[in-house]
């Protein structure tokens, strides 16, 4: 885990959002993310340190640039960016659509994910897992080229496309 360059989009409130955090903010890591709330003060993000959380939006494809594995609540939106992007994905699902995400994440090799009920041993040793995975990283990368060209297409353009062809001109 030393040096490894960790992208974080979270929201407060979420189950084991806080335990993750510790466990980024404890380790080696360099982490940089977004968290839109307040955080406990053991927890406070660090100006010029390696624990660097925004309270801002962020770019999600930029700052995946410069990352090694995300860290996300595994909503379809980032995910799809991560995936495209050849990272590595880590979930904590708050719904049921990001628990199908997670899932599939998992399955293909791509990431882990917790669920609700995971106790802290057990998230500690996911989350160290998913951290050392050499496989994960290269099923990352190989998944992201067998995906490239869903890089190139327009997804607000696309979208609108479709919601105007259901709803007519």
Known sequence: ????????????????????????KSSEAIVRGYFP???????KPETNGRFQLSNQPLNVGKSLIGA???????????LCQVVLAGKPAFTLPTQIEQTFNSYRIR?????????RKSDNPEIQQRFQNF???????QR??????ENA?????????????????????
């Open 68 to 78: 090694d594995v995300a860290v996300s609540h595994g909503g379809i939106g980032t």
């Open 37 to 43: 709330g307040d955080l406990p003060p053991d927890l």
């Open 107 to 115: 399955e293909v090799g791509n990431g882990d994910w917790i669920d």
């Open 149 to 169: 060209e869903f890089g190139d297409v327009p997804f607000v353009e696309t979208v609108c496309d479709g919601i105007e062809g259901v709803i007519g001109d």
């Open 131 to 137: 951290m050392t995975s050499d496989t994960m990283a």
């Open 140 to 145: 990352a990368k190989a998944l992201a080229e």
């Open 1 to 24: 885990m030393p040096g490894k360059r960790i992208f974080v989009y979270l929201k407060p409130g979420r189950p084991h959002v806080d335990t993750v955090l510790r466990l980024l």
